[in-house]
């Protein structure tokens, strides 16, 4: 399984941000991607997931009327659009992935992790 994420960058506070995630190599017919982050000195921690079965989505407290995951089947990639930016969601942020259809409960769990993407919200 090989995923590649990118989009990140520099961005002031309040602005946006849309990372993407290719994915290639699945051998199951359901899985389940996701972003997870890690900020210097912090635990890494799940951002968003979403199930390409259902298409059902789980975002943590943090993301929940901010970040918005989605998927194009066709192109076999993840989106994550990220408003509303705040110097906080400074982070390394990376795209990972579960066989299955049902995201994971901690960002530890999930089986595969591609590079990370840098964003940094700043002034």
């Known amino acids: 399984v090989q995923l590649q994420a990118s989009g990140g960058g520099l961005v002031q506070p309040g602005g946006s941000l849309r990372l993407s995630c290719a994915a290639s190599?699945?051998?199951?017919?359901?899985?389940?991607i996701g972003w997870v982050r890690q900020a210097p000195g912090k635990e890494r921690e799940g951002v968003s997931c979403?199930?390409?079965?259902?298409?059902?989505?789980y975002y943590v407290d943090f993301a929940k009327g901010r970040f918005t995951i989605s998927v194009d089947n066709a192109k076999n990639t993840v989106y994550l659009q990220m408003n509303s930016l705040k110097p906080e969601d400074t982070a390394v942020y990376y795209c990972?992935?579960?066989?299955?259809?049902?995201?994971?409960?901690?960002?530890?769990?999930?089986?595969?992790r591609g590079q990370g993407t840098q964003v940094t919200v700043s002034s």
């Open positions: 990972a992935a579960v066989p299955g259809s049902t995201c994971p409960a901690h960002a530890r769990l999930y089986r595969y």
């Open positions: 190599g699945f051998t199951s017919d359901f899985y389940s």
């Open positions: 979403i199930s390409n079965s259902d298409l059902s989505t």
